[in-house]
Structures are given as C-alpha cells and as structure tokens.
C-alpha cells in the first residue's frame, strides 16, 4: 500500500479549462448531443447537471469564456464504501441473461443501466421491464434503470461507443453519487462478490481508471484506422451491418491513436470529462472514431492517453479473464466447465464470454458467489435466514456492511501486481 501513497506525488494536477460544449456538424448531433438533451429531459433544472454555472456561460465579464468556467469539483474522500454505475446491454433474445447477470451483480448502493438493443422485439422489452417492477429488491431500492429509448448497435461500428456514453450521460443524471462506471454485456459475468469487489476498490484513489490499453497498434493500423467505415445504426430504423468505403485514411496527426479492450472501469471524474469535453477533445476524437471499425476498442483509449489530467491514472488492465485465439480475431471463445480453474487462477473480478445458460455459471454461483438459484449475491447488507433455501437478502441490514470472502483476497492480489513498480507507471499510455 505504500506505492498507493505515493501515487499523487508524480501526478501531474493541471486546471482544467473547458469551453461551451458546441458541435455545428449535424451528421454527429446523434453521437454527442442526444446525451445533453436527454439530461436536460430528466432535470429540467440546469443548475443540478451543468458542470458550469450558466450565468457565467450567458454574459461573461471578459471576452474569453474559458477563464470563467470551471467543471464540477471531485467529492471529498469518503469512508464509505465506493458506489459503481453498472451499464449492462444486452442483443435481442438476451433479456434472461441479462438479468441473471444483473442478479450475480447486484448491491443495494450501485446504480444499474441496463440496455436491450432496439432491435429486440417490443414483447421482450415488455416482459424484461415486468420483471424489474415486480422484483422485491429493484422495487425496493429502485437503483435499476432501463433504457426506455433504446439504440441499435453494431459492435464493429460507433453505435456502441454511442450507446456507453448514452448510459453514462443517464448515470450522470442519477441524483445519487457513485465513483467508477463499468460497461459489461449480458455474457458477462462476475467472478467475485460485490462485497469482494467493493472492498478491494475501497483502498484505491477514485480517479484510477482500469482500461486496458496500447500504443502499438500493429495489424489494427491497416485493417481498422485506415479503412473507412459507415455505421448504418446511426442513421436507420433497423439493424445492419457496417460497410467500407473504398477510400482509406492516413493516421492522425493531432491526437495519437490507442487500442485496447472495450470493456473497462473509468472513474466518475473522466466520464464527466467525456461527456462535457470541456476543452473538445473528447469530440474531435468521437468524430474521428465515427468511421473506425471496432472503435469501442480505442475511443476512451485514445482520449483518456491524449489528455493530461487524466493519462496518469490509467491502470493497464480490464480486470477480465478472456480467452482470445493467437492473433485475437473478432470475438473471443466461449467460456465453459473446462476453463474454471483459469478463470479462478486469473484474479479477475469480471470473465467473459459465457453462453447464457451454460453450467459453468451455476458452478461459479454455487462456488465463487454463494447464489442461489433466481437470487441476488448475498452480502454485508443480508441479514435473513438461509435455512431450507430461504433468500438471506429478503431482509435487509446495513447496506454500507461489507463481508469480503476469499475472492477479495484473490482480487487484492491481482491489484497489488497492477499498481507494482513493474506494471503500474511503466505500462500508462505507452
């Protein structure tokens, strides 16, 4: 822990200089601004959501409007436990694991986004809200959301980064406070508790960001920056797949270009940054990503690396156990009973991907979660009776009581080689 003490003595602090949040090319108003309206849809009061007073905004004293803004404050450190806003999507046909993913993920004190792609059918959509309202814990603590307007998306295309930063606009809008958002999909699925998770992530600094992530693009520099692609998603009514243009495009020259994985846990104080983009960046980047085939695996990457008050707090990991083929192709394998012991052995918080009805799950329930069988991960905060099969968490303790098991430790040991001397400053945006 020693190294977690020293990690703001090397960090560079700069004043963070925004601009009014302005795009005129309305081919992208799709991309960005459908998440500040859908803000300013929720909280009609705009002194609650803007990171700026608008009074500054609206007459300036000085001509230049960048001295008088300011974004929103970090919080003080807290002794609570931290808060997680979970975005779990979903394809069509995918509502039951999702839902039994969101059950091996639950908390009482994060906050949950869930996304079923519009190209669902309206019954599915229909029986997945059912379920949400009828549920005795999400009705009582009301921290699970569905994405009403939901969007089509494509992996390989923008739509997906679109859709992220949709749901993290919405987990902006929550009026609770949380401090790492997480973006999984319905074959994702938890290797340890959220008791385990929680408490291993209670001795971090909140403004690390687990995103895996390189410089050396290799193959991807021809196979995926220079080809040109268009998102049919962005501009049509039903799904389809993307498709090239003949053209092709040299490297960048104002920002450099960063890959990785497209899952990842960014702190709240960057997901402000991407969705306000006080000083354009984010944009500029989401443009560029627009035509960019699989660009969920280097939007955030190539922003968060280009930015200094944030490439200095990236941990190079996405804290998932993944089994790739030698080179990756486009997805990974199915995970199943004979890959358990890897998994376990990995450390990882997170595994993916699963078939949704796999009994490599029920194992991990049974071994890892201490589920049973339609509940919710028991914690700190369920305090009923097991007996004769009964849900420990029908009655409800202190939801800030955590009960770490075996994988905080497991998941602490996997921490302490990511913030080493070895892995830790060496591996940030290189």
Known sequence: MKKLKHYYHNHQQQQRKCIVPVITIASFLSLNFLLLFALRLTFPDSTLIFPFPLSTVL???????????????????????????????????????????????????NRYILHLD????????????????????FRHFRNVRLVSKANLVTYRGPTMVANTL??????????????????????????????????????????????????????????????????????????????????????????????????????????????????????????????????????????ICNAQEFKNTTVNSDLHFISWDNPPRQHPHYLSL???????????????????????????????????????VPGGWCIGSRENGSDPCSVVGNTTVLRPGPGSERLQTLINSMMSDENFRPKQCA
Request: net charge negative; aromatic share 10%; with cysteine.
């Open 338 to 376: 004979d890959d358990m012991n890897r998994m376990v052995d990995s450390n990882a918080p997170f595994a993916r991907k699963f078939h949704g009805d796999d009994p490599v799950l029920d194992k991990i329930d049974a071994e890892l979660l201490s589920r049973g069988p339609g509940m919710v």
């Open 118 to 137: 519009r190209h669902s059918s309206p019954e599915e959509r229909h029986l997945l809200a059912t379920h949400l309202d009828r549920h005795p814990t």
């Open 166 to 303: 949709h749901a993290a606009a919405i987990a902006l809008s929550d009026t609770h406070h949380w401090d790492w958002f997480i973006n999984l999909s319905a074959s994702d699925y938890p290797l340890v508790t959220q008791d385990d998770l929680l408490h291993a992530l209670s001795h971090l600094p909140r403004d690390l960001n687990f995103i895996d992530h390189t410089s050396d693009i290799g193959w991807k520099d021809h196979q995926r920056a220079r080809p040109i692609i268009i998102d049919p998603g962005l501009y049509m009514t039903k799904k389809q797949d993307v498709f090239w243009i003949t053209q092709r495009r040299s490297r960048p020259t104002a920002f450099k270009l960063f890959t990785g994985s497209a899952w990842m846990v960014l702190s709240r104080s960057f997901i402000d940054y991407c969705i306000w983009g006080w000083d354009n960046l984010p944009r500029t980047v989401l443009m560029y990503y627009t035509n960019f085939v699989s660009s969920p695996e280097g939007y955030f990457h190539t922003v």
């Open 59 to 109: 007459s300036p004293p000085s001509p230049f409007v960048e001295s008088k803004l300011h974004p929103l404050p970090l919080p003080p450190p807290s002794p609570l436990p931290p808060v997680l806003a979970y975005l779990i999507s979903a394809s069509a046909g995918d509502a039951p694991a999702l839902l039994r993913t969101l059950s091996a993920l639950y908390h009482p004190r």
